[in-house]
């Protein structure tokens, strides 16, 4: 049955903001029962984030909330007080997977470390995403996604191709990328520790640091250097074969010509203008020695020219290029609609509107994203199951416990 | 040695140069037999990339690029354009349980590495197509491309400018990687899925679709209000200071990051309270939020006074989340990578001692991942063609005259 692959799997998320419940809602798009724990009172910090309906901010609004926490429960619980431990050890006794990313030995320091809750649970699998891991010197740093980006060597490079190192300061990338890797990573490794728990019956703790996911991203440019010996620079000049967003009549273009069979259908594509003509640019060595003529020639020649134009012939000429759009104009772009990458999602306070559907599409068991929970919502469902009484569910909310 | 999470999976894998490789680099570390069907006809571009040759010196096994990106696998070279060849490769794929590609849509057409096709050799098969835009769909579909025009497409680089400018590209081939990971959690589910139902599937990844998933602000924000957001350098939606500030030295930048008010102060001490910091401009978080111009031209002023690294340890012993941003150079010698088990040194028989990034995650009871040595070209063959299909010696002879296996 469609979004169902997981369906037998019990993940609690003790978990906020992003790389944690990012983790969370993979398992809850596929089908698994996920518990968020968030704080009583405000819950995940993230339900204060905008983007908010006319910018008016409301915990039950957080488009980056409702995305990030879609398919879950919510169950409001502080396990540092003892009735909220002991709660949380009754989730935990039969879960499947916990995904937390609070600080490394914090669970430790509420006596929910990994060493208490395998002994509830011996098939118990803990994800820790934190910024740099369990071990090392900067353990205790603590992280950020700009940080942990920025320390990346993908974040010494964004953006390529710099003309001018002191202006233009190394920058993030839009959203929260270092934490996205974290989440995925764990996502997959949680995976394995499942696999590894069928054939061995126990389960493990899993260390995933978002600084190490996203510093994977740059693996080839780090081989670059151990096996080449040159260091990556960030400046403009040492992959002068295209590489960037160009202008074009309407907007922007993305390209290369680096195989020469490429430069070829460039030329063609352009109508092969006199400028691109010349015997020094047939060769990739004399088009980049000589990147400084060509590109502003190309430059130049583009600009004549539609995305439409460009991208279609360009791409039947056997040229790898692509139209740079904005978020709005791919938003409605007629093949992510045909794929139906986007899904329409009802929630009784914040609304209905299109959320973005799944990382990847399935023929069996597409992830099916379902409403993310009001703040709360399945407490007394999820109490009562473990066997609190009504009376006990009141003394709980009194004490603040949930 | 202990047992890893995928022994028993076998992975027909015709992928090549990043994002597919990057997917099987995940299986094959975590125990699964990834067999690696390439071919000097179509050779990896990643064995050829002149940019990654050690020392400089051209050859097939000397790339850092393949390297980095290949560990853990076994290679085999099989001419898919011989009808004799893909008769082989159909045989692979009745032995294995996952089959993996990521070559544009014409080109997968071409070479019958279909799921139509796939399907048809073995019912219970799960396959993956990493690619561009998904592998249906209207004309993208058809595309060739790779990870940053993806990006291009889907707003990724329009936002990744500065303010009010031009788009601008993202390091690396950063959306390979996010695929990567995000695909492999949904093959382990869809494997999964298998065991229990033996239903097979086919898994459409589209680069673009996953870096959509991966940028909500922005397309909440589109999906809510109807607004197009753009860019936003490094400005942050709540805090301030929150930018990357120049150090001493050329190009040398660190990043701060302050959360809360005792974090502001913490950085107001380590700078020794200049008295700028007492502007009741900057006396709370939204007044320094609205104020993060003026804020982050103060705090530039105090930066650049300091070299990026130990800045960074002596902000963070403050108590302030800051980090340098580390070049080549300085990421592969920091201690913190090392210690956690981030980098590997290998000895290769044709390049000698190098530098690798070992997988992004530790598991208590997975001692050491399967890390060995990134396959030469066609080094499995006799294994896999004589012990996995049973071909003698004398065949497999044969077929590399004929440039089957070739």
Redesign the interface.
Known sequence: MAGK??DDLIVVEFAQMVSGPMCGK?FAD?GAEVIKIEPPGAGDEMR????????IPHPERS??F???NTSKKSLTLDPATPTGAEVFRALVARADVLIENHPPGYLDSIGLG?DALKVLNPRLILTSITP???????RD????D????????????????VDD??R????????R?AE??GA??????S??????RE??G????????CW??I??????????????????S??RGNVAVG???L?CKDG?I?TLWAADSHYVALKKLLHNPPALEREIFDKLAGRQANDDVLRPAIREELLKYDTEYLV?EG?RL?L????????????Q????R??N??VEIDHPIAGR?????????????P?TPRRAPTLGEHNAEILGRLGYSLEEQQAMRAAGVI | MSRLPLEGIRVADFSWIINGPQVAQWLATMGAEVIKIESQVYIDIGRINPSGMADRIAGPNRSGYYHALNYGKKAITLNLATDKGRALADEIIRKSDLVLECFPTPAANKLGITYERVRAVKPDIVMVSVSLLGKTGLEPASWVGWGPMACCFVGMFDAQGYPGGPPRQTGGTWPDYAIASAVTFHILAALRHRNRTGEGQWIDASMGETVIGQMPEWYMDYAINGRDRRQRGNRDDRMAPHNTYPCAGEDKWIAIAVGSQSEWEALCRAMGNPAWTRDAKFADQYSRWRNSEELDSHLARWTRGHEHIALASELQRAGVAAGAVLDSVEIDADPHLWEWGFFRKINHREVGERILPNMPVRMSNVAELNYSMPPDLGQHNHEIFGGLLGLSDAEIANLMEQKVIY
């Open positions: 692959a997981l993979m596929m204060a984030h905008p983007p908010f309906p006319g910018d488009g980056a409702l995305y990030l990994f740099f891991g369990q071990i090392g010197p900067y740093w603590k992280g950020s700009l940080i942990e980006f920025a320390m990346s060597l993908t974040g010494y490079n964004t953006p390529t191709m190192a002191e233009e300061n190394p920058l993030r990338a839009p959203g990328q996205m890797m995925t990573a764990a996502a997959a490794a995976m394995f520790a499942i696999f590894h054939a061995t126990v389960g493990q703790w899993i260390d995933v640091p190490q996911a510093a994977s991203t740059s693996k080839i440019e780090m081989a670059a250097y151990t096996y080449v010996g040159l260091p990556f960030r400046t590489l960037e967003p202008p922007y993305y279609s791409q056997g790898t290029i692509g139209p740079v759009f904005t978020v709005a104009q791919a938003a772009h007629p093949h992510l045909a794929r990458a986007f509107f299109e959320y973005p559907r799944s990382l990847v599409q399935m023929t069996a068991t992830p």
